[in-house]
């Protein structure tokens, strides 16, 4: 098969060793072109290019913000999408059981190849933007922006950083006492004075460690998003 390995080397968990091992061992059976990412975005546009040219697989060693970039490259078309983790927490990747390190998941890959063992899944959407797993609206996203603007703490103590973070805007920051937005459903129920809402696709919400968070239960990659919002200081289901 023909493979398109797209690189993020500035991925938390990213090495040169484990990208040498990796091109090495997918390249014993496959063609493989290797590819890396240099600017935000950059995944979306070599990922539609290879499904464009008719790549079979295109694998991604990045975290889950490379992965969800190269997954928008390839909505609507026949070329797969393959994990390889290599960013801090790599959510996706062990949300539908591939293991959590890079070199033991192509492992997996090259296995899944030659039984040619494929899976459809469905996707969040955004206006014109898709989602693998989850979309948060309110603290969630107020969080992660305040993470992504100091991307190199991030890459040094993950977890530490991001519940650093999260106190702060809660304590600080982030006003979650004042209603910001309202969720109308599709049985045109509304639910008035979210201050944090969340779209899943599939479940957990992310891991801390090897431990799962759970937000939504009963997210499912084979069925629609489930929803949980949080309304002044009580969530609802």
């Keep these: 098969m023909r493979i398109l390995l797209i690189v993020n080397t500035a991925a938390s968990s990213f090495s040169a060793r484990k990208r040498v091992v990796i091109q090495k061992a997918l390249s014993s059976d496959h063609e493989v072109e290797v590819v890396e990412t240099v600017r935000g975005g950059h ?4 990922a539609h290019t290879a499904a464009v040219d008719g790549v079979d697989v295109v694998a991604v060693l ?3 913000g ?4 190269a997954a928008n490259g390839l909505v609507n078309t026949n070329t797969a999408l393959a994990p390889l983790p290599g960013g801090s927490t790599n959510v996706y990747a062990r949300t539908i059981g591939v293991a959590n390190d890079a070199v033991e998941a192509t492992g997996q890959l090259l296995a899944s190849l030659e039984r040619e063992s494929f899976r459809r899944v469905g996707l969040g959407c955004v206006e014109d933007r898709y989602f693998l ?3 948060g609206v309110g603290f969630d996203a107020a969080v992660v ?3 992504e603007a100091r991307r190199g703490i991030k890459k040094i103590a993950p977890h530490p ?3 650093m973070n999260a106190f702060d805007a809660w304590l600080r920051t982030y006003d979650h006492k004042k209603s910001r937005f309202t969720v109308e459903l599709d049985d045109g ?5 979210g201050t944090m809402a969340i779209a899943a696709v599939s479940t957990p919400y992310t891991f801390v460690g090897k431990r799962p968070i759970i937000v939504t239960p009963n997210a499912s990659l084979d069925r629609g998003f489930s929803l949980a919002v949080v309304q002044a200081h009580r969530a609802l289901p």
Excluded: M, P, S, W
């Excluded at 995944?43 to 070599?46: D, F, N, T, V």
């Excluded at 129920?189 to 004075?193: F, P």
């Design 43 to 46: 995944a979306q546009r070599l």
């Design 66 to 69: 490379t992965l969800n970039e």
């Design 161 to 163: 950083f991001f519940a």
């Design 133 to 135: 797993f989850h979309c």
């Design 189 to 193: 129920t509304k639910i008035d004075g």
């Design 145 to 147: 922006e305040k993470v």
């Design 62 to 64: 990045g975290g889950d």
